[in-house]
């Protein structure tokens, strides 16, 4: 049957159309209309849409509820379109980001995973996500006591001395902190134990009002759709030593996918143990001279042959705008994840 055979207009919407006047025709057959009984929306009868596809509309709870048993096969929630940035204030000309399509049904580590080959980290470093708490204050409001002896100890065994001790600024507390399990043991690194090196800091991140969860456990729509966590700002932070935080913004919806795509990016990757945004930018400046000094010379040799995800071609030239583009990058996804 065409939609123009199957569109049911009532005498109500007609009268209400004709009362719209001449100059404001509606075109009752490109109106939305629910999927079952066919009717459509007007001003005075919005339409339900099925939360999790977004896409098929109903008129009524009813109408829903019949056609669940059918529509459940084919219902898949939308992916997010993340548009995520790395150090967005302080790298720029070129910044580094990625926007990619996430399927809702990824859990954190994925998107982890996907971060990584996105960016073109190396994976030698732990990881977390956050949700900030948009009320929290700086410094923390209320001294929070528990975590701050957990961080003093920790920082003395990793120094086992006193006289190299940070100053103490205390954590911002978060909504929710996704973590790498197993990286880590709260208070607890050793050397010989295989965890990555920068875990050791951990316990500078640990907040006893800041609830903890595997990234193998949680799934993007369990967070993304959380109106607790509504207008509260989502940080990935690679690397607790170098501490790369990018920032993820849902910038919008599409379809389901299976996997992971990448539509769109600027900026090389960052070297992994460059020494966090001062020394990027310092690797950076000694391309951009035309006479390098030793130290330059030295810094360049680093990054084309010893960092851990080193490019020989350098940064010279234009090349720190190069990076490989959402084709190769999606082609990537679908291989390694
Ligand atoms: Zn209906
Ligand atoms: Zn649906």
């Given at each position: 049957?065409?939609?123009?055979?199957?569109?049911?207009?009532?005498?109500?919407?007609?009268?209400?159309?004709?009362?719209?006047?001449?100059?404001?025709?509606?075109?009752?057959?490109?109106?939305?209309?629910?999927?079952?009984?066919?009717?459509?929306?007007?001003?005075?009868?919005?339409?339900?849409?099925?939360?999790?596809?977004?896409?098929?509309?109903?008129?009524?709870?009813?109408?829903?509820?019949?056609?669940?048993?059918?529509?459940?096969?084919?219902?898949?929630?939308?992916?997010?379109?993340?548009?995520?940035?790395?150090?967005?204030?302080?790298?720029?000309?070129?910044?580094?980001?990625?926007?990619?399509?996430?399927?809702?049904?990824?859990?954190?580590?994925?998107?982890?995973?996907?971060?990584?080959?996105?960016?073109?980290?190396?994976?030698?470093?732990?990881?977390?996500?956050?949700?900030?708490?948009?009320?929290?204050?700086?410094?923390?409001?209320?001294?929070?006591?528990?975590?701050?002896?957990?961080?003093?100890?920790?920082?003395?065994?990793?120094?086992?001395?006193?006289?190299?001790?940070?100053?103490?600024?205390?954590?911002?507390?978060?909504?929710?902190?996704?973590i790498e399990k197993g990286a880590f043991r709260p208070g607890e690194f050793d050397m010989g134990s295989g965890k990555k090196v920068d875990a050791m800091h951990n316990s500078e991140r640990v907040h006893s009002q800041t609830p903890e969860i595997d990234s193998k456990k949680i799934k993007l729509g369990k967070v993304l759709e959380?109106?607790?966590?509504?207008?509260?700002?989502?940080?990935?932070?690679?690397?607790?030593?170098?501490?790369?935080?990018?920032?993820?913004?849902?910038?919008?919806?599409?379809?389901?996918?299976?996997?992971?795509?990448?539509?769109?990016?600027?900026?090389?990757?960052?070297?992994?143990?460059?020494?966090?945004?001062?020394?990027?930018?310092?690797?950076?400046?000694?391309?951009?001279?035309?006479?390098?000094?030793?130290?330059?010379?030295?810094?360049?040799?680093?990054?084309?042959?010893?960092?851990?995800?080193?490019?020989?071609?350098?940064?010279?030239?234009?090349?720190?705008?190069?990076?490989?583009?959402?084709?190769?990058?999606?082609?990537?996804?679908?291989?390694?994840?």
């Open positions: 049957m065409s939609q123009r055979a199957t569109a049911r207009v009532s005498l109500a919407d007609m009268m209400g159309m004709k009362a719209e006047g001449e100059g404001n025709n509606v075109d009752v057959f490109n109106q939305p209309k629910c999927t079952v009984c066919n009717i459509i929306e007007t001003d005075g009868r919005k339409l339900l849409t099925c939360t999790r596809c977004k896409k098929t509309r109903y008129c009524s709870k009813n109408c829903q509820a019949d056609n669940w048993g059918t529509h459940k096969s084919t219902c898949k929630a939308q992916n997010y379109i993340l548009k995520i940035s790395l150090c967005p204030t302080e790298i720029t000309n070129p910044s580094v980001n990625r926007t990619l399509s996430c399927p809702s049904t990824a859990t954190f580590e994925q998107l982890h995973r996907a971060l990584q080959i996105a960016f073109g980290w190396a994976g030698t470093q732990t990881y977390d996500f956050k949700i900030l708490d948009p009320n929290a204050q700086q410094p923390e409001p209320q001294p929070d006591m528990i975590a701050y002896v957990t961080r003093r100890l920790a920082a003395l065994e990793a120094a086992q001395s006193s006289d190299s001790l940070m100053p103490d600024a205390g954590p911002r507390q978060n909504l929710l902190r996704i959380n109106k607790e966590y509504e207008g509260a700002e989502l940080q990935y932070e690679y690397d607790f030593g170098d501490c790369w935080q990018h920032t993820i913004q849902v910038v919008g919806r599409m379809e389901a996918s299976k996997g992971f795509l990448c539509f769109d990016g600027e900026g090389h990757g960052v070297a992994e143990d460059a020494g966090s945004v001062p020394g990027w930018l310092e690797l950076r400046e000694a391309y951009r001279t035309a006479n390098p000094t030793t130290e330059q010379m030295e810094k360049r040799t680093w990054f084309e042959t010893m960092a851990s995800n080193n490019d020989p071609r350098g940064l010279g030239n234009g090349s720190e705008w190069y990076w490989d583009g959402p084709a190769a990058v999606s082609a990537k996804l679908r291989r390694d994840l």
